[in-house]
């Protein structure tokens, strides 16, 4: 794995392997906790228009907007949330870039 520091922010990507074969998985990490909006969304945005489609996003977060502006901006943009996981003191969202 590998994992970059950025602002503060993790961003972390890696590759699976499956039987023999090397499979890329470029799911990016962004570990936002303790960033309160709109920094967070604005870090989304950011690293999603890096990104090519069908590649993920998990973000991670703790600020209570986040937990409403990232599904919605999503929404908004047409791109599809995967996964949204309350974890208690944090969530996690996966958000696949169409």
């Not at 945005?45 to 977060?61: D, T």
């Not at 409403?68 to 870039?97: A, C, L, M, Y």
Request: proline content about 4%; overall charge positive.
């Amino acid at each position: 794995m590998n994992l970059i520091l950025i602002h503060g922010v993790l961003i972390q990507s890696g590759k699976i392997k499956i039987s023999s074969k090397t499979i890329i998985f470029y799911m990016e990490k962004l570990d936002v906790r303790g960033k309160m909006c709109p920094l967070p969304l604005f870090y989304v945005k950011r690293k999603m228009s890096e990104m090519k489609p069908g590649e993920e996003l998990e973000v991670i977060a703790d600020d209570i907007t986040a937990k409403e502006t990232i599904p919605k901006w999503s929404k908004i943009h047409d791109q599809e949330i995967v996964s949204f996981e309350n974890k208690g003191d944090f969530f996690r969202i996966v958000v696949r870039r169409k």
